[in-house]
């Protein structure tokens, strides 16, 4: 018990909430899952989808199993992909962020259509700036996204990875100890 609520690593605390709130939930969409959704950490009591645009990733996904089912596609594409009202949760964790913000507020109303019970986001707070790698254009970060944002929209906000100005680009920490 006591490892869940002092974990020895930060990513503790994000596969915890994701799996507390995807505790309810029967089916699971997963926007833009890359090639290791943190969905591979949590208790899988549910069957999920993994959707990218990125092929790549999509096959080292495929081969790690982490979701049963892949849909290739563009995150803006998705309502020609999957049907209104067919997931009980839609996650997109680092996602919003590599879209400009107009085609981001689409996206929001997309995913809504799309879930039956709820929406869940991770990004960055503000803009974190983050250049593509991988061959993978859609790495860059376009946008900065912040509580208030999601907050006017009636999203629950949680904090999660610690304080805002100790991490740089691809959420690493910025500052090393001195010995």
Known sequence: MLNKLFPNDIYSFY???LNFHL?????????????????ANCEKNFTSTGLDIFEPYLKESMAK??????IV???????????????????ALD?????EKEKGF????????I?????????????LKQEPYDDNPWQEHLSGWTVEEFKDRDYEVFGQGGLKY?????????????F
């Open 73 to 91: 596609s563009d995150v803006l594409s998705i309502d020609k992909a999957v049907k209104s009202k067919s997931f009980d949760a839609v996650i």
């Open 166 to 178: 100790l991490r740089g680009e691809m959420a690493k920490i910025r500052f090393q100890p001195r």
């Open 115 to 127: 879930a039956i019970k709820k929406v869940i986001f991770f990004t960055p707070n503000g803009f």
């Open 106 to 113: 689409e996206l929001i109303s997309l995913l809504e259509n």
């Open 15 to 17: 596969f915890n909430s």
């Open 23 to 39: 505790k309810d939930c029967q089916t699971v969409l997963d926007v833009a899952c890359g090639r290791s959704s943190p969905l």
């Open 95 to 99: 996602l919003i962020e590599h879209l």
């Open 65 to 70: 199993g982490i979701h049963d089912d892949y």
